[in-house]
């Protein structure tokens, strides 16, 4: 059996037992305005699959492998749709800012919430260390089981920093005259 | 000034998308950070830049469903030991009598390793599978009640795509005559439906061209 044909027969049995989840994956990762490049994303994963089968790299454990690939598989294809000029020769993702700004946002509430931005950058930075990072997680919009696996901590841990930190940063803001609610 | 934490996560996203991407991450490194297989060091690091960067914020949480599953995965692994011994006997025995089935149903011909999960085929013309002495015309396929345009793309046996077609609202694409000229040995092919709510790709077919 050729060098070649032996991958083939890899790439084959390594789909077989794994392209259902590969094709799951993809859709799952796909979704908004990514939906309509799911089979594109499918596809390069398939190829980067044949890439790595090809040069022999040793693949322990598929799944996860699979799960890798996809998602770098669709961030590379979210960042290149927000880096594709559009007919007019901007980005998609400048036109899609400009959209929003003209629809919902007058130059007067960018200008707020620039100013608010600089402010809560200022009072993140008077808080302890060990809360900042999961209050801005939090404020993101990470969920505080997302945050604790992220940080490697146990969910209740990562609540408490958040419901800290944010108590924190209330305190920090309202000296700085800005009176954060709820 | 009075403001809630819907504003502050808007003037934080909006303030931290300005600034940029150079600076970010490459994707492979935000996969590996959702699945949790980065050391301490290149975690407190990666997140350091994504508790202040909207966008790879939001790509992170795109992955978050993912990483739940994988965590199932790993806690299914680590199941007692017992079964550890049990599912592969249990595993064993299945395959040795899908293996007295397969005997007893006659040859298969191996499914390409490019092609997807199995699902019912639909009749596609040049039909799948199929030797051709020439390229062919036209590829075409059942049209859907559904669908308002296709999409056809060939591929090379490793993947790569070959060719890819023009938007079209029948279910049928010719193939300009440069594409046949390529056209030699084993292709891959597949198309795209695009209905008003979705879009949904074909399993792969294939032909052969003999020249």
Redesign the interface.
């Known amino acids: 059996m050729t060098e070649r044909s032996s991958s083939e027969e890899r790439l084959r049995e390594l789909l077989e037992a794994h392209g259902a989840f590969l094709h799951r994956t993809v859709l799952k990762l796909c979704s908004g305005r990514l939906r309509s490049h799911a089979a594109d994303v499918e596809q390069e994963v398939r190829v980067r699959l044949w890439r790595a089968v090809e040069s022999a790299r040793e693949i322990s454990d598929p799944a996860s492998y699979i799960y890798r690939t996809a998602a770098t598989a669709a961030i590379d294809a979210v960042r290149r749709l927000e880096a594709r000029p559009d007919a007019d020769g901007g980005s998609e993702a400048e036109a899609r800012l400009a959209d929003v700004a003209g629809a919902e946002v007058s130059p007067e509430r960018a200008a707020l919430r620039r100013e608010l931005f600089e402010t809560v950058m200022e009072a993140l930075m008077r808080i302890p260390e060990s809360r900042r990072r999961p209050v801005r997680l939090h404020l993101l919009g990470f969920t505080s089981l997302e945050v604790a696996r992220l940080m490697g901590a146990s969910e209740p841990k990562a609540r408490s920093l958040i419901y800290r930190g944010l108590s924190d940063l209330r305190v920090a803001l309202r000296a700085m005259g800005v009176d954060l609610e709820g | 000034?009075?403001?809630?934490?819907r504003?502050?996560?808007?003037?934080?996203?909006?303030?931290s998308?300005a600034a940029g991407?150079a600076a970010c991450p490459?994707?492979?490194a935000?996969?590996?950070?959702?699945?949790?297989?980065l050391a301490?060091g290149g975690?407190e690091e990666l997140?350091?830049h994504?508790?202040?960067c909207?966008?790879c914020?939001?790509?992170?949480?795109?992955?978050?469903?993912?990483?739940s599953?994988?965590?199932a995965?790993r806690a299914r692994r680590a199941r007692p030991a017992v079964w550890r011994v049990a599912l592969p006997l249990a595993a064993s025995l299945l395959l040795a009598l899908s293996g007295v089935l397969l005997l007893r149903s006659g040859p298969r011909t191996?499914?390409?390793?490019?092609?997807?999960?199995?699902r019912p085929a639909p009749r596609v013309v040049p039909g799948d599978g199929v030797s051709l002495p020439a390229a062919p015309e036209a590829l075409s396929w059942p049209s859907s009640t559904e669908a308002v345009s296709y999409r056809v793309?060939l591929?090379h046996?490793?993947?790569?795509?070959l060719w890819q077609s023009p938007v079209s609202p029948i279910a049928e694409v010719r193939l300009p005559d440069d594409v046949k000229a390529r056209l030699s040995g084993v292709v891959y092919w597949?198309y795209?439906s695009?209905s008003p709510a979705?879009?949904a790709?074909s399993p792969v077919f294939r032909f052969t061209v003999q020249r």
């Open positions: 000034m009075k403001v809630d934490e504003e502050i996560a808007a003037a934080l996203g909006a303030g998308s991407r490459e994707p492979e935000l996969a590996r950070l959702a699945a949790g297989e301490e975690r997140l350091t994504v508790s202040s909207a966008p914020a939001r790509e992170l949480q795109a992955l978050a469903p993912m990483a599953w994988l965590e995965q191996a499914r390409p390793a490019l092609r997807g999960p199995s793309t591929f046996p490793d993947g790569t795509t597949r795209l695009r979705d879009e790709s």
